[in-house]
């Protein structure tokens, strides 16, 4: 826990000057709470048995300094609300950043694993209970600590015994806290795993709601959303059991010293041991501090709300990239586009079993090669090993000679273009995503880019053209359309290595002719590997690789591999019927 709240003041560090100013102000604004019951006691105890115009010239001063103590008390509470909370809002802005970019480096394997909501959930829920524990987490303890210790040190010095009467209560009102707070925590980090699943399941339910709807299940999904809410709401349940315990335990120990001090002041003042303005003093001082107790009380609960959502915060930040740069990773320059896979395995990381076993495959630079086989055999993933979406389990694969593991990633990246089956576009418009092929692309490239993909005249059919809104993922527009911008976005990005991974097999015939002779362009001159699903699509290829459990199982022209009449003929014939 110490390590944890170490790395937490970290996030101060920046905004050091903010958060002492804003220290300072939490401790005058403590100090004058302190200071009023002391003029009152000094009214009641001497103003008022001076005489008249004294008392009067006595009165109008206390009034001017108690009237500007207060106005410099609102000053720092002012700074306190409003400066206090811009330092918050920096250090969620900070937080966010950094775990959004650790996003950003983690592989695919990690996705694999993880859930959208659940993520998101680390972004926005977790991340504001942490900074407002970390902008009110201090000022309330400094609030707190000085409004108990200078009510404490006051009343021991108008009278010890009615003080120790005041605080007898204290240790078990710690002893009490302690019991529920460990209580609470385990509460409320249940409550941010079951929050969790819920935007996890949202999330998915949304995404998918047109299938929701075509199978007419919105009732099966509100049954399975009720159980997670009932999930999460017996879960709040018990956090507020343990909440509500201590909310009242301590409610009943305040009132408890509110009592015993009456009490034990109205048995002093029958014996002359204490003044009656002392003991007007005492409740004026109670009340400020019971104070801070509802404060330490609201603390608490935002201290394991806050706590909690840092331990999801660190576990992902935790979490180290498989896949990244080693030290001495060069650039890729000058890319001619010769891949070799010299004895690659690969298998997934929850699965003993082999996807990729043995693999060694030459291709050469400009070379067409096109990867057949059955469902399952690892076309996709032999072709996310060459821009390292995963890492190789045994063997390598080099780009131009250079094994791509001492190759940047970003270089690598760069150099490698795909074309998926799965076109996601982003929500926006038609230019931006053709765009994000080379974000510092000029409008008349991305127009290029557009013609080359065959996509030019149905983007100004569309009434705004380059500037239409295509909807979440490019919902407005046919597969066809999305599949040809996606070709551009590559188009635009012109890399000497070129992927397709079964870009046509979700079209219909006059879509995929079209997509097709996109492909077929974008592909000359340039390395390029097609994982086919319609067998016709490839026939033309340089070299065909049949891909099985066991590895490359054969590889040859199409007349050869027809010749042959082995796993390829038969997967040819089949696809013809």
């Known amino acids: 826990m110490r390590e944890t709240l170490k790395k937490m003041i970290s996030y101060y560090k920046p905004y050091k000057g903010v958060f002492f100013t804003d220290m300072f102000f939490a401790i005058m604004a403590s100090a004058v709470a302190l200071v009023i019951p002391l003029v009152v006691r000094y009214v009641t105890s001497t103003v008022i048995y001076m005489d008249r115009d004294k008392a009067m010239k006595t009165l109008v001063i206390i009034a001017v300094v108690v009237t500007l103590l207060i106005l410099f008390q609102c000053y720092c509470n002012y700074y306190i609300s409003n400066y206090g909370h811009v330092m918050g809002a920096r250090i969620e802005y900070d937080m966010r950043a950094e775990i959004f970019a650790h996003f950003q ?147 009943a120990f305040n009132t408890m010293i509110n009592l015993i001090v009456i009490v034990s002041g109205g048995i002093m003042i029958t014996r002359n041991a204490v003044s009656i303005t002392d003991l007007l003093t005492f409740l004026l001082y109670i009340n400020i501090f019971t104070d801070p107790v509802k404060t330490l009380i609201d603390f608490t609960e935002q201290f394991q709300n806050g706590y909690s959502g840092y331990e999801r915060f660190q576990q992902i930040l935790q979490l180290e990239p498989e896949i990244r740069d080693r030290e001495d990773a060069i650039e890729l320059k000058n890319v001619k586009g010769n891949i070799s896979f010299d004895n690659v395995s690969f298998r997934y990381n929850d699965n003993a079993h082999r996807v990729l076993k043995h693999i060694n495959l030459d291709i050469n630079a400009g070379e067409y090669v096109a990867l057949v086989g059955s469902s399952g055999a690892g076309k996709s993933t032999l072709c996310n090993l060459i821009p390292r979406f995963y890492e190789v389990s045994d063997g390598k694969i080099s780009v131009d000679g250079q094994d791509i593991r001492n190759i940047k990633l970003n270089s690598l990246r760069k150099n490698i273009g ?158 013809k019927l």
């Open 418 to 575: 795909m074309v998926q089956q799965d076109v996601y576009l982003f929500a926006g418009t038609i230019f931006d995503n053709i765009k994000y092929g080379r974000p510092d692309a000029t409008k008349e490239e991305v127009i290029e880019a557009a013609k080359e993909a065959n996509a030019y005249d149905f983007i100004m059919s569309l009434p705004k053209g380059f500037d239409t809104d295509i909807g979440q993922r490019g919902i407005k527009l046919s597969g066809g359309q999305k599949q040809r911008l996606s070709i551009a976005r590559v188009f635009l990005k012109n890399p000497p290595i070129l992927i397709f991974d079964e870009a046509t097999s979700a079209l219909d015939n006059e879509s995929e002719k079209i997509v097709q002779k996109s492909m077929e362009k974008l592909a000359k001159n340039r390395t390029t590997l097609v994982i086919a699903h319609r067998l016709s699509t490839i026939r033309n290829a340089k070299k065909i690789l049949v891909l099985t459990e066991n590895g490359i199982e054969e590889q040859g022209t199409h007349e050869e591999l027809m010749e042959k009449q082995g796993i390829y003929y038969d997967l040819y014939k089949l696809t």
């Open 105 to 251: 480096k983690m592989p695919f394997s990690f996705y694999d694993d993880q859930k959208v909501g659940q993520l998101m959930s680390r972004i926005t829920s977790d991340l504001f209970d942490i900074t407002e524990l970390l902008h009110h987490g201090p000022e309330n303890i400094t609030i707190s600590v000085i409004k108990i210790i200078g009510a404490l040190i006051i009343l021991m010095s108008i009278n010890v015994k009615l003080a120790f009467a005041a605080f007898v209560l204290i240790p078990f009102m710690i002893m009490y806290a302690y019991f529920f707070n460990k209580r609470m925590k385990r509460a409320f980090r249940e409550n941010r795993v079951k929050i969790a699943a819920i935007n996890e399941q949202i999330e998915d339910n949304l995404s998918g709601i047109r299938v929701v709807k075509s199978f007419a299940n919105e009732d099966i999904e509100n049954e399975k959303f009720k159980v997670g809410n009932d999930a999460f709401l017996d879960a709040k349940k018990n956090s507020y059991h343990y909440m509500g315990g201590y909310n009242s335990g301590l409610t």
